[in-house]
């Protein structure tokens, strides 16, 4: 627990407790979009939605000429997959592709509680099972699904036993201790968590590489750690607050190229999924004049995905002008569009 919370006496509050894995509608344009939970759970929710649009448009599809909306219409045989499929990758990723392990409930307690721990009548009871190779059968994934089953939480359990605490501790370095924080009465995800969801790592930062030279020039105490290696789902981050007040983080090519086009987006602490049909995005510099986005935003009132179109040739959009009535001229999400390609048109189709 303390890697978690960074003590032991802190619990799941009702919201994380009651989060799932669950898709929206059979056979509706929001087939394969999962039923978002509000609170701290919602990101690794979030995470877990990119990866199975990665799955759908790109682990089943051989061609882009085929590739269009309809292809993540899916069926619940497709669902299963896809949900099991992005699961246990994150789980592989987080073993350093070498074994997965799953945590399930059992009637009987698996640990002592000690004075300094609170009982919350549900880690007590999760032993670990290990996989040695990679887990993709949709059997599995029904512990993660079912109401009740608490199966964000214990998705979050595997992910910890997978990579382990040993290796967590060495990813967290001195930046933090633990991967989650208090935050208007509950606990949301930092960076190093989403990192070891997107990247199998739980490194706190979102630049490249590791860092050795501080702000002012002079050598850091401990090296920081930065992302390693490229991920396939890639992150995009923007605020307004941090923004204005000069912390925007700034995200590497680690994270902002992925290998497949399919972003996490941290737009003014909101999380949503934006990706293209276009597999060459990400590896053919000329498909990036003019193309399609799509975002899946996770709130319940969406009924599809919605459609940007991204012009980075135009002159509709100067950066001079971002010092102007910016609120209402320029969408956050824009401007996170931009943080990727730079001085980009985004034009919101209906």
Not at 78 to 94: I, M, P
Not at 221 to 240: C, E
Not at 254 to 260: E, G, S, V
Request: hydrophobic share 40%; aromatic share 10%.
């Amino acid at each position: 627990m303390r890697i978690l919370f960074g003590g032991t006496f802190h619990v799941f509050n009702y919201e994380w407790r009651k989060s799932v894995f669950q898709f929206r509608q059979l056979n509706s344009e929001l087939s394969f979009a999962l039923e978002m939970d509000t609170g701290g759970a919602q990101a690794v929710q979030m995470v877990v939605q990119a990866r199975v649009i990665k799955h759908l448009l790109f682990s089943r599809q051989s061609s882009s000429d085929g590739r269009t909306l309809t292809s993540l219409i899916t069926g619940q045989r497709d669902q299963e997959r896809a949900l099991a499929a992005a699961l246990s990758e994150s789980l592989w990723l987080a073993g350093q592709e070498v074994s997965t392990t799953v945590t399930l409930v059992t009637e009987d307690y698996c640990i002592t509680p000690h004075l300094d721990y609170k009982l919350d009548n549900f880690t007590e009871r999760v032993p670990e099972r290990d996989f040695p190779t990679h887990v993709t059968r949709p059997r599995h994934t029904s512990i993660f699904t079912e109401e009740r089953s608490h199966g964000v939480i214990l998705f979050l359990y595997s992910l910890i036993c997978s990579r382990t605490v040993d290796r967590l501790q060495e990813d967290l370095n001195s930046t933090t201790s633990h991967l989650l924080h208090l935050r208007l009465g509950d606990f949301v995800c930092r960076q190093a968590l989403l990192n070891l969801l997107l990247t199998g790592r739980a490194s706190p930062h979102v630049f490249n590489g590791t860092l050795y030279i501080g702000e002012d020039g002079l050598p850091l105490d401990r090296p920081l750690q930065g992302v390693l290696t490229r991920s396939d789902v890639g992150y995009l981050h923007w605020s307004r607050e941090q923004m204005e007040r000069g912390r925007l983080p700034q995200v590497g090519s680690m994270l902002k190229t992925p290998r497949f086009p399919v972003w996490l987006c941290s737009v003014d602490n909101s999380l949503s999924v934006m990706f293209s049909l276009n597999l060459s995005l990400v590896s053919d510099w000329r498909t990036e004049r003019r193309f399609h986005l799509f975002l899946c935003s996770g709130m319940s009132a969406q009924q599809t995905a919605a459609r940007l179109t991204v012009d980075t040739h135009s002159h509709h959009w100067e950066a001079s002008e971002a010092y102007g009535d910016s609120e209402k001229t320029f969408p956050s999400l824009d401007m996170t569009i931009r943080t990727k390609w730079d001085g980009a048109a985004v034009i919101w189709n209906d």
